[in-house]
Nanobody
Framework: QVHLVESGGGSVQAGGSLGLSCAAS????????MGWFRQLPGKEREVVAA????????YYADSVKGRFTISRDKAKNTLNLQMNSLNPEDAAMYYC???????????????????WGQGTQVTVSD
């Protein structure tokens, strides 16, 4: 059973930066899709950024393009999300997730992912 633990969330003023990290352990498979999602109370979970471990390119939601960067440290088994120029609309619970074998085109779908972290809260104040 894959165990994912997010860290790095917190409170920041608009225009600031945060770096999220997701530590993975217990892999019994090679992850194909790895992604960061966010969710507001009462809203659907949405993809923020995702990568396909055996190919390119990475995917970013339009709202975060140019501000967020997803990266993977394979040696450390971590998935990272650097978030710059944060605005109040970025405030949410952020989740990392990984999938078993999947097509690259499905890496943006919540349903593709079978392993999820518990989430880390990001708050952005004006």
């Amino acid at each position: 059973q894959v165990h994912l633990v997010e860290s790095g969330g917190g409170s920041v003023q608009a225009g600031g930066s945060l770096g999220l990290s997701c530590a993975a352990s217990g892999y019994t498979y090679t992850p194909y899709c790895m992604g960061w999602f966010r969710q507001l109370p009462g809203k659907e979970r949405e993809v923020v950024a995702a990568l396909y471990t055996t190919g390119r390119p990475t995917y970013y939601a339009d709202s975060v393009k140019g501000r967020f960067t997803i990266s993977r440290d394979k040696a450390k088994n971590t998935l990272n999300l650097q978030m710059n120029s944060l605005n109040p609309e970025d405030a949410a619970m952020y989740y990392c997730a990984t999938s078993k074998k999947a097509f690259q085109s499905t890496c943006t779908r919540v349903s593709t992912y079978g392993s999820w972290g518990q989430g880390t809260q990001v708050t952005v104040s004006d």
